[in-house]
T-cell receptor, first 112, second 116 residues
């Protein structure tokens, strides 16, 4: 079945540091890949997505590239802000399959 | 506009009690999903509705779990004879389209259920 493995946290960075959160997946075919973010006290929100190999999703300075050869979808941001402190979830949905399969989540704390 | 809302936000139940969790999706959204999120884990799929039809209930952990969406809008997740292992956050999500694999799901804030 489908599965997602993401870097375990927590991750603590200083403001303006570079962020990488690793995510790898197992799925048949070409799933759609997502990063969701959960800010304190709020519901999950879609951060970015990519639907085919080599696509790059981007939003709010975050980027992730769909790498079929390494089955990865690592999240990156060049310069994090305190307001980026949240839990980040990598997720996938299989072809013709609406269900999201999530990783365990990575807690990011950015200190001023 | 209003997002997905869920009620109650917190529920404490004694073992053996029945509970009902409500989800109000975004108006006009065709698809509705329920997920269960245990502490320190990612959400796990429970069930999926397209309008009023429950098309997939493969994630429901036991026959104590029951979900309905009778008019294709509000949905209720019912758990009978709650057990301690049912303690989790229950998330509802809705999506505008029918079962697209790349469609965005909009999540509610969740209901945190604690079974004592």
């Amino acid at each position: 079945g489908n599965s997602v493995t993401q870097m375990e946290g927590p991750v603590t960075l200083s403001e303006e540091a570079f962020l990488t959160i690793n995510c790898t997946y197992t799925a048949t075919g070409y799933p759609s890949l997502f990063w969701y973010v959960q800010y304190p006290g709020e519901g999950l929100q879609l951060l970015l997505k990519a639907t085919k190999a080599d696509d790059k999703g981007s939003n709010k300075g975050f980027e992730a590239t769909y790498r079929k050869e390494t089955t990865s979808f690592h999240l990156e941001k060049g310069s994090v802000q305190v307001s980026d402190s949240a839990v980040y979830f990598c997720a996938l949905s299989g072809i013709g399959n609406y269900k999201l399969t999530f990783g365990k989540g990575t807690l990011l704390t950015v200190n001023p | 506009g209003a997002g997905v809302s869920q009620s109650p936000r917190y529920k404490v139940a004694k073992r053996g009690q029945d509970v009902a969790l409500r989800c109000d999706p975004i108006s006009g959204h065709v698809s509705l999903f329920w997920y269960q999120q245990a502490l320190g884990q990612g959400p796990e799929f429970l069930t999926y509705f397209q309008n009023e039809a429950q098309l997939d209930k493969s994630g429901l952990p036991s026959d104590r779990f029951f979900a309905e969406r009778p008019e294709g809008s509000v949905s209720t997740l019912k758990i009978q004879r709650t057990q301690q292992e049912d303690s989790a956050v229950y998330l509802c999500a809705s999506s505008l389209f029918r079962g697209q694999s790349d469609g965005e799901q909009y999540f509610g804030p969740g209901t945190r259920l604690t079974v004592t």
